[in-house]
């Protein structure tokens, strides 16, 4: 399991905030922590318009960007506190540009998001790195994933697919958990969840269906400023939420043989039962249900599922009340 927390916009443009969240997230046991290399004038223009309108500070999300920047220098800070951390350092480029000032730090693999599966520009420039790629597909249909995958292929990039839902936050009816089987089934390769819903379950339950990557938004507060806050994990969530999976994960890696009960042996000597009187039975009383009870241990008498065996039959021997039925206490006629 590959367990990816995205500090994404959280960090507001602050270099302090960004490394309080590689500080924050380390201690969760996350695998990797995630960030997002905006530089507006290589992705964006005035023209684009705000995904939400909340900001009061940027005239337009070109603003935002702008706000949203890191120096290269920064930017190898926060590389360098990830591997002090010992988390991976992961990144989503925007542009190409980004992808330079990306393998400038060194990054081991690539986050695609939602929104450049299509970009086969960004992705051929990705291509030529040679490093895997995690393709997020919250706005891809099958036969737009379908492009992508023989475009990576054709250039033979290692990569990996999340099932995603672009919508912030996530509402339980458009998951789509049903997609990561469907994922693993058409393409054979890692598939994995990226969520929006800030809840703990929603990754617990991709987890139980395959999933082998989860990546999540987190910030330390739902009631911090910025467009992916109400979408986003806290910290004390995401420490849970870690532990849970990994759990689940380690199940899931050690498949029951259900057909096999041999260690339970001994505890099974403890917690079934022998069949016993339940009453002062004389000689030749035949036995009817309402005469027995089960008693703890076993093979101290008939075992208990026999009972249907012995009904009908005349006793032997006098039995006083909560005696063990035994063999001997049986007339076989």
Known sequence: MFIIAEVGQAHEGSLGMALSYIDALAETGVDAVKFQVHIAEAESSIYEPFRIKFSEQDKTRFDYWKRMQFTPEE???????????????????????????????????????????????LLEKIANTGKPVILSSGMSSFSELDSTVEFLKERKVPYSILQCTT????????????????????????VGYSDHSAKKETCIA??????????????????????????????????????????ISKALMNPVDKSDNREYEKLKSIFEKSLAVNKNLRKGHIL??????????????????????????????????????????????
């Open 75 to 121: 930017w190898k800070i926060l590389k360098d506190r990830c591997a002090e951390k010992k988390v991976e350092f992961l990144a989503s480029p925007f542009s190409n540009k980004a992808v330079d000032l990306l393998e400038e730090l060194g990054v081991e693999r690539y986050k695609i998001g939602s929104g450049e599966v299509n970009n086969f520009l």
């Open 167 to 190: 919508a912030y936050p996530t509402q339980p009816e458009q998951y789509g958990l049903n997609v990561i089987p469907e994922l693993r089934e058409r393409y054979k390769v890692e």
């Open 206 to 247: 991709a987890t139980t269906l395959g999933a082998e990557i989860l990546e999540f938004h987190a910030v330390f507060s739902r009631k911090s400023f910025g467009p992916d806050a109400t979408s986003s994990l806290e910290i004390d969530e995401i420490t849970e939420l870690v532990s849970s999976v990994r759990n």
């Open 288 to 333: 009817k249900f309402e005469d027995m009870e089960a008693k703890k241990p076993k093979d101290k008498g008939i075992d208990a599922k026999e009972f249907r065996e012995v009904m009908g039959k005349k006793l032997k021997n006098n039995l006083n009340k909560w005696d063990f039925l035994k063999e001997k206490d049986i007339l076989n006629e």
